[in-house]
């Protein structure tokens, strides 16, 4: 089991915490043993009580209270960076120009809204995406509010071009057969 | 005369759909007989048109639907035609000669393995309904299963009513120059190894399209699909002009080919085509960069036509309302933003098999705007 350090910043990302009120150590660092598997336990729902004492025992500062459940507190949560999407379509690009592109959406969050076209600045995309755009291509455009570690949150739009695996020759080659082979059926006197 | 009252045996409906993004037409030529070009979804309910108003009528689409027509196979003209075939179950299915070559089909077996299910495109469309030609066993179709490849100067249908009077339907392009050029194009579409797997384009000239004729009694409509004028005189609507086989006679009722834009723009076409009196029909289209039609061509097609009707307002539709910070963020990270659709707006047009071009009956419903 390898343990991990509990850093000043890491402890600043736990605003809300009680324990932050306590003086704080000199220490800007403190090993806490068993902190490591006790957040993957944590992460995977299967925290238990022996891991959470294991941890209070290590902390410098007193436990509010003993915690003999199995429930684990909200304010012992590592916190996570959070994502609320408030609205998502999928585009299509349709033409691609000097520094921008046209596309029509499709509404994912409202499905039954009608079809829309925008023109978006290809700065908005990052520079993996720049390469990948092309008449064609598709993506998602997500619009919603990003909180990050420190609590801190922004609205923010995102756009990402799905990445799909690239033709083969093989597929390319079977199409073809699968061409010829149906309009030979088609052509035919039944 | 109600909405969803149908056309008498002995009476002629031409009925264009435009939501915005999208284009189909339901003819009813006499006699319960029904042709359907293209088609799309109604943005509110996601069914196809047709569909939709096929069954207001209480027309059996299964029986009644003899032909339908793709005349290219762009986005917004074959938005849920799949659905819409599988249930035209006898109807024979034409569509541009230029989409019968190998490369084409190779297309649209690659978008079997594009990967996708949510972002359809036309090649999905094409595929499926191929696919159902060839489960399909021979209907009252030509020699094998289908498509029916069209191409300029060539008869589609002709039929004697019960009424007495006839119809006819000719296909007035793709142009034989085009064909050529078709399975170059097509052939660049077409993934190569190691490319990117994207939504596969439905990139090709409008000059794909095919045109239509359609004459029933006296009343004749030109259905101009989406085609384009070329610099070259064997393609686009300079081969039509200037074909000596044709159909002769000149039409009352058109379909104002590609939104409206002045690209599809060929002041001969008013001239050898048209009847100085023309009731002129056009969908918008809000996709591309600037809606369409744009001011000047909504100027320049009422110089020239006797009315000028659109199946929706021209210049998009209001925004849909979102949250305070939604909406502020698009204003903030798009330089333009618009709703593509907005309601399905619907011209009628109806006429008795005797009756003239002075005597069409013009109907509008659900946002569809004389201009």
């Given at each position: 089991?390898?343990?991990?350090?509990?850093?000043?910043?890491?402890?600043?990302?736990?605003?809300?915490?009680?324990?932050?009120?306590?003086?704080?150590?000199?220490?800007?660092?403190?090993?806490?043993?068993?902190?490591?598997?006790?957040?993957?336990?944590?992460?995977?729902?299967?925290?238990?009580?022996?891991?959470?004492?294991?941890?209070?025992?290590?902390?410098?500062?007193?436990?509010?209270?003993?915690?003999?459940?199995?429930f684990i507190p909200l304010r012992w949560r590592p916190r996570m960076p959070r994502f609320e999407l408030l609205q998502q379509w999928e585009g299509c690009v349709v033409a691609v120009g000097a520094d921008s592109f046209d596309a029509t959406l499709r509404d994912l969050t409202r499905p039954s809204n009608p079809a829309?076209?925008?023109?978006?600045?290809?700065?908005?995309?990052?520079?993996?995406?720049?390469?990948?755009?092309?008449?064609?291509?598709?993506?998602?455009?997500?619009?919603?509010?990003?909180?990050?570690?420190?609590?801190?949150?922004?609205?923010?739009?995102?756009?990402?071009?799905?990445?799909?695996?690239?033709?083969?020759?093989?597929?390319?080659?079977?199409?073809?057969?699968?061409?010829?082979?149906?309009?030979?059926?088609?052509?035919?006197?039944? | 005369?109600?909405?969803?009252?149908?056309?008498?045996?002995?009476?002629?409906?031409?009925?264009?759909?435009?939501?915005?993004?999208?284009e189909c037409i339901v003819l009813h030529l006499g006699d319960g007989q029904w042709i359907v070009v293209d088609s799309c979804r109604n943005p509110a309910t996601h069914v196809p048109v047709a569909s939709e108003y096929l069954d207001a009528l209480g027309v059996d689409i299964a029986r009644d639907v003899r032909q339908?027509?793709?005349?290219?196979?762009?986005?917004?003209?074959?938005?849920?035609?799949?659905?819409?075939?599988?249930?035209?179950?006898?109807?024979?299915?034409?569509?541009?000669?230029?989409?019968?070559?190998?490369?084409?089909?190779?297309?649209?077996?690659?978008?079997?393995?594009?990967?996708?299910?949510?972002?359809?495109?036309?090649?999905?469309?094409?595929?499926?309904?191929?696919?159902?030609?060839?489960?399909?066993?021979?209907?009252?179709?030509?020699?094998?299963?289908?498509?029916?490849?069209?191409?300029?100067?060539?008869?589609?249908?002709?039929?004697?009513?019960?009424?007495?009077?006839?119809?006819?339907?000719?296909?007035?392009?793709?142009?034989?120059?085009?064909?050529?050029?078709?399975?170059?194009?097509?052939?660049?579409?077409?993934?190569?190894?190691?490319?990117?797997?994207?939504?596969?384009?439905?990139?090709?000239?409008?000059?794909?399209?095919?045109?239509?004729?359609?004459?029933?009694?006296?009343?004749?409509?030109?259905?101009?699909?989406?085609?384009?004028?070329?610099?070259?005189?064997?393609?686009?609507?300079?081969?039509?002009?200037?074909?000596?086989?044709?159909?002769?006679?000149?039409?009352?009722?058109?379909?104002?080919?590609?939104?409206?834009?002045?690209?599809?723009?060929?002041?001969?076409?008013?001239?050898?085509?048209?009847?100085?009196?023309?009731?002129?029909?056009?969908?918008?289209?809000?996709?591309?960069?600037?809606?369409?039609?744009?001011?000047?061509?909504?100027?320049?097609?009422?110089?020239?036509?006797?009315?000028?009707?659109?199946?929706?307002?021209?210049?998009?539709?209001?925004?849909?309302?979102?949250?305070?910070?939604?909406?502020?963020?698009?204003?903030?990270?798009?330089?333009?933003?618009?709703?593509?659709?907005?309601?399905?707006?619907?011209?009628?047009?109806?006429?008795?098999?005797?009756?003239?071009?002075?005597?069409?009956?013009?109907?509008?419903?659900?946002?569809?705007?004389?201009?």
């Amino acid at each position: 089991m390898s343990d991990i350090s509990l850093t000043a910043s890491h402890r600043e990302a736990h605003d809300v915490d009680p324990l932050e009120s306590a003086e704080a150590p000199d220490a800007s660092i403190l090993p806490i043993p068993g902190l490591s598997a006790f957040l993957r336990s944590v992460k995977s729902g299967e925290a238990a009580s022996d891991d959470l004492q294991r941890v209070a025992d290590a902390l410098p500062v007193p436990l509010p209270e003993p915690c003999t459940s199995s429930f684990i507190p909200l304010r012992w949560r590592p916190r996570m960076p959070r994502f609320e999407l408030l609205q998502q379509w999928e585009g299509c690009v349709v033409a691609v120009g000097a520094d921008s592109f046209d596309a029509t959406l499709r509404d994912l969050t409202r499905p039954s809204n009608p079809a829309e076209r925008v023109e978006l600045d290809i700065a908005e995309l990052s520079r993996s995406d720049r390469l990948r755009l092309t008449p064609g291509a598709v993506f998602y455009w997500s619009i919603g509010y990003d909180t990050s570690v420190t609590g801190q949150t922004s609205r923010v739009s995102r756009i990402q071009i799905r990445r799909l695996p690239r033709w083969t020759g093989a597929e390319i080659q079977e199409a073809r057969t699968e061409a010829v082979e149906m309009l030979r059926r088609l052509r035919s006197p039944e | 005369m109600t909405y969803s009252s149908p056309p008498a045996a002995d009476e002629f409906e031409l009925s264009l759909f435009g939501p915005g993004k999208g284009e189909c037409i339901v003819l009813h030529l006499g006699d319960g007989q029904w042709i359907v070009v293209d088609s799309c979804r109604n943005p509110a309910t996601h069914v196809p048109v047709a569909s939709e108003y096929l069954d207001a009528l209480g027309v059996d689409i299964a029986r009644d639907v003899r032909q339908f027509i793709i005349t290219h196979w762009h986005d917004d003209h074959i938005g849920g035609a799949h659905e819409f075939f599988e249930r035209a179950t006898g109807a024979e299915f034409v569509c541009s000669g230029a989409l019968g070559n190998e490369e084409f089909v190779t297309l649209l077996r690659c978008g079997r393995r594009s990967l996708f299910t949510n972002t359809s495109s036309g090649v999905d469309e094409f595929r499926y309904i191929l696919e159902s030609l060839d489960e399909r066993p021979g209907s009252r179709r030509i020699a094998g299963r289908g498509p029916t490849l069209a191409r300029s100067d060539q008869r589609l249908s002709q039929l004697t009513h019960t009424s007495g009077s006839t119809s006819e339907e000719w296909a007035l392009s793709p142009a034989n120059a085009t064909l050529t050029l078709a399975v170059r194009a097509f052939g660049d579409l077409v993934p190569d190894a190691g490319e990117y797997r994207n939504r596969l384009p439905t990139q090709t000239a409008n000059e794909l399209s095919v045109v239509l004729w359609v004459r029933v009694g006296a009343v004749t409509a030109l259905l101009g699909g989406d085609l384009e004028q070329s610099n070259d005189p064997a393609r686009g609507w300079t081969a039509i002009v200037s074909s000596s086989r044709r159909p002769q006679g000149r039409a009352s009722v058109f379909k104002v080919p590609h939104h409206g834009s002045r690209d599809a723009d060929c002041p001969d076409v008013w001239n050898a085509l048209l009847e100085p009196s023309t009731t002129s029909l056009l969908t918008p289209f809000g996709c591309g960069r600037l809606p369409l039609p744009t001011p000047s061509d909504v100027s320049r097609l009422k110089a020239r036509s006797s009315s000028l009707i659109c199946t929706a307002p021209p210049g998009g539709t209001a925004s849909i309302r979102r949250t305070r910070a939604v909406d502020r963020t698009i204003r903030e990270t798009a330089r333009s933003f618009r709703t593509i659709e907005g309601g399905t707006g619907q011209i009628r047009i109806r006429a008795k098999h005797g009756e003239t071009s002075a005597n069409l009956r013009v109907e509008l419903f659900a946002g569809a705007v004389l201009l």
